[in-house]
């Protein structure tokens, strides 16, 4: 028997990194603030720290939509696995070449096209799909925001959120080195 709510606990579990990086960064406000010494500067460190954190948790928390779709979705070794009630199938990071959000499907699917081979719907509501995004993150020159935006109001059709090419194949100088 639990003592608090099921929506509570869905509701913690949904913004749990936000939560923590507003803890952190409450500590390292504290610490700031009337302390001195070491606990200065490790407050110095904690606040951007967990306002970072926040940033990702409110980013995570839009994303997570707590209803259990259709499907598990698994991703090992930069290969995203997809099982699911109809379809499955498997797709290679290194592979993709396109990348799409599709809402005509109910509900919104991802599309990944890997090269040579049919692409792979993943309904945006899979159990694990709310890890996709961080697969993605590998990819060159993804834009997490854009898809972030996408998810939380979908466009009328499907659209392309990320596409390998010869400038997203390989990084150029000036993206390692930062502007002076």
Same mark, same amino acid.
């Given at each position: 028997?639990?003592?608090?709510?099921?929506?509570?606990?869905?509701?913690?579990?949904?913004?749990?990194?936000?939560?923590?990086?507003?803890?952190?960064?409450?500590?390292?406000?504290?610490?700031? $603030?009337?302390?001195?010494?070491?606990?200065?500067?490790?407050?110095?460190?904690?606040?951007?720290?967990?306002?970072?954190?926040?940033?990702?948790?409110?980013? &995570?928390?839009?994303?997570?939509?707590?209803?259990?779709?259709?499907?598990?979705?698994? /991703?090992?070794?930069?290969?995203?696995?997809?099982?699911?009630?109809?379809?499955?199938?498997?797709?290679? +990071?290194?592979?993709?070449?396109?990348?799409?959000?599709?809402?005509?499907?109910? *509900?919104?699917?991802?599309?990944? %096209?890997?090269?040579?081979?049919? *692409?792979?719907? /993943? *309904?945006?509501? $899979?159990?694990? $799909?709310? %890890?996709? +995004?961080?697969?993605? $993150?590998?990819?060159? &020159?993804?834009?997490?925001? &854009?898809?972030?935006?996408?998810?939380?109001?979908?466009?009328?059709?499907?659209?392309?959120?990320?596409?390998?090419?010869?400038?997203?194949?390989?990084?150029?100088?000036?993206?390692?080195? *930062?502007?002076?």
């Amino acid at each position: 028997m639990s003592f608090v709510r099921t929506e509570a606990l869905n509701m913690i579990q949904r913004w749990r990194e936000t939560l923590t990086g507003a803890v952190i960064a409450g500590i390292g406000f504290w610490w700031i $603030a009337g302390a001195g010494g070491i606990l200065f500067w490790l407050g110095l460190v904690l606040v951007p720290t967990g306002l970072s954190l926040v940033g990702l948790g409110i980013q &995570r928390a839009r994303l997570r939509t707590g209803s259990v779709g259709p499907g598990i979705v698994q /991703i090992d070794e930069g290969r995203v696995i997809y099982f699911g009630p109809l379809t499955g199938g498997g797709a290679d +990071l290194a592979t993709l070449t396109r990348v799409e959000i599709d809402p005509t499907g109910r *509900p919104v699917h991802w599309v990944l %096209h890997p090269a040579g081979e049919t *692409p792979l719907f /993943i *309904p945006v509501n $899979a159990t694990g $799909a709310e %890890h996709l +995004l961080d697969a993605f $993150a590998m990819l060159p &020159r993804f834009h997490t925001a &854009r898809a972030v935006a996408l998810m939380t109001k979908p466009p009328a059709t499907r659209k392309t959120l990320w596409q390998r090419g010869p400038a997203s194949d390989r990084l150029r100088q000036d993206d390692i080195t *930062p502007a002076v």
